[in-house]
């Protein structure tokens, strides 16, 4: 088995698309986990390049948010469309991606993860807060590469 395989159980990956689902009730906004082994770019270009593969970048309100790991890499990357980068606060990827650091040096990658969407979540609704029109544009599963 790969160590992407064994960086989640099915159990704490389900409880990630949950989150995911959680996340999205009170938004418009999309948000999805990408897990893969390595990567050769920078991990910010890799999850670009994902975000763009995954067809993030075609949502409605520009307004998707990627959590990215390269597992073998013990590294990870949070990238926002152009909608949501434009809103936030200045410090609020690097403070999102301190707290999923946080539960990983502990070990805690599933909770770190569904932090991270919490967090997301919470951002996203307030700026684009769901409108009884609005449909899930993307899967909530779990990529991986």
């Not at 996203?124 to 409108?131: A, G």
């Amino acid at each position: 088995m790969s160590r992407v395989e064994d960086f989640l159980t099915a159990q704490e990956e389900q409880e990630i698309v949950t989150a995911i689902l959680e996340a999205e009730k009170n938004t418009s906004g999309e948000i999805r986990v990408h897990i893969e082994a390595h990567t050769r770019l920078t991990h910010n270009e890799r999850a670009k390049e994902v975000f763009h593969v995954l067809k993030m970048d075609n949502t409605k309100e520009a307004n998707g948010v990627l959590i990215y790991i390269a597992v073998n890499d013990r590294k990870f990357a949070i990238y926002g469309d152009c909608g949501i980068d434009k809103v936030v606060t200045q410090d609020f990827w690097e403070s999102t991606k301190n707290e999923i650091q946080e539960q990983f040096v502990k070990g805690n990658f599933k909770q770190g993860i569904v932090n991270g969407i919490r967090r997301a979540g919470s951002e996203l609704n307030s700026h684009f807060p769901w409108k009884p029109n609005d449909e899930n544009e993307l899967s909530d599963e779990i990529s991986k590469g």
